[in-house]
């Protein structure tokens, strides 16, 4: 049975696609301006390392929980000649956190749900997945084998070869 305190209290603030020829489009938002500008950010790495599969179609959906002052991230990934894997995610960030927060946590949201699509998302040198996370306030990839940060997300196709 739905519960409607856990559901009837959010309000959808966030729609965009990513696709691979497009990259970010249909990006409406009634939200601050770095949640666009990270948004932007994961849309630039979402082609780079794609491991055992390739997407074909990313949506977000956001939606503002007032009782917790959080965005919650919705994602529905379509793997190349697959169905969609339907709307997945988990807790964001607070609405006033700070672009380097925000990014960190929709790639961590998009990274579960493309990894529940059967796709390793981004695939790092050395045969591991790399994780999003905060190093020196910035919001970077960082690669558990090699102990290090690999690239700043969004710019993970600038530092690392492509394959």
Request: with cysteine; aromatic share 8%; proline share 5%.
């Amino acid at each position: 049975m739905r519960n409607p305190w856990l559901f009837d209290r959010r309000e959808q603030v966030l729609t965009a696609v990513w696709t691979p020829a497009r990259g970010i489009t249909d990006l409406t938002a009634d939200l601050p301006d770095d949640w666009l500008a990270a948004v932007h950010r994961l849309g630039h790495d979402l082609h780079v390392r794609q491991y055992g599969g390739h997407l074909d179609h990313v949506h977000w959906v956001g939606e503002y929980d007032e009782v917790f002052g959080t965005v919650l991230i919705l994602t529905n990934v379509t793997p190349r000649d697959r169905a969609p894997n339907g709307l997945g995610g988990h807790t964001g960030a607070s609405l006033d956190s700070d672009q380097d927060t925000i990014v960190s946590n929709i790639a961590d949201s998009v990274q579960d749900s493309v990894g529940d699509a059967g796709i390793a998302w981004p695939w790092g040198d050395v045969g591991s997945i790399l994780r999003p996370c905060i190093e020196d306030n910035i919001a970077v990839w960082y690669d558990g084998r090699q102990g290090r940060a690999v690239a700043p997300i969004g710019d993970l196709n600038d530092h690392v070869s492509a394959y």
